[in-house]
């Protein structure tokens, strides 16, 4: 089984430019979540996708960040303008849901942004 | 923040010591999960325990869970060089109908070889 796919590895950016990435979940699951790791911290949720639905997007910074999941599958986000506090790990997951049981929560190796 | 809380926040052993974290959450759960975390790496599942369970064991791994005291420890018995790593622990719940996983703020494990 494939894992989550995600790109690109690494990006570095000024602050103000516009960056995205992308995630391509593990066939079949239906729910996909963006995380921002922050050095030294745990993962915090910024936008939980059920198929191509939003169920949580409590703490996405909605002046500058967006993320679509088009045909509830692939999905990308994107940050515009970038801040020097948004340099963070962005972690892409994603799980199956079965008798309202979570499956197979599982990470991509995420994409290191530094914003300069 | 609705973040739980790992304790210790870093902890260094020797190879072969066994090795305790802590974790506290504020709300109740449907399940608890474990995350191994490599320098610079995704995060890698590393056991759940159901909310109905108090214990549970996976190779070296073993966790406890208390529902009482909304706390959970994962200890990792015969420690080696290759378990250094950040561990987080990470708990799920259904506030409206859809499960929602929210991490910690992690344990640094060393293990000096």
């Known amino acids: 089984e494939a894992g989550v796919a995600q790109s690109p590895r690494y990006k570095i950016i000024e602050k103000r430019q516009s960056v995205a990435f992308w995630c391509n979940p593990i066939s079949g699951h239906a729910t996909l979540y963006w995380y921002q790791q922050i050095l030294g911290q745990g993962p915090k949720l910024l936008i939980q996708f059920q198929n191509n639905g939003v169920v949580d997007d409590s703490q996405l910074p909605k002046d500058r960040f967006s993320a679509e999941r088009l045909k509830g599958v692939d999905s990308t986000l994107k940050i515009q303008p970038a801040k020097l506090e948004d340099s963070a790990v962005y972690l892409c997951?994603?799980?199956?849901?079965?008798?309202?049981?979570?499956?197979?929560?599982?990470f991509g190796s995420g994409t290191r942004l530094t914003v300069v | 923040s609705q973040q739980g809380e790992e304790d210790p926040q870093a902890l260094s052993i020797q190879e072969g010591e066994n090795a305790t974290m802590n974790c506290s959450y504020k709300t109740s759960i449907n399940n608890l999960q474990w995350y191994r975390q490599n320098s610079g790496r995704g995060l890698v599942h590393q056991i759940l325990i159901r909310s109905n369970e108090r214990e549970k064991h996976s190779g070296r791994l073993r966790v406890t869970l208390d529902t009482s005291k909304k706390s959970s420890s994962l200890l990792i018995t015969a420690s080696r060089a290759a378990d250094t790593a950040s561990y987080f622990c990470a708990h799920t719940r259904h506030p409206g109908g859809y499960q929602k996983v929210t991490f910690g703020i992690g344990t640094k494990l060393q293990v000096i070889p």
């Open positions: 997951a994603s799980s199956s849901i079965r008798d309202g049981l979570t499956y197979g929560y599982t």
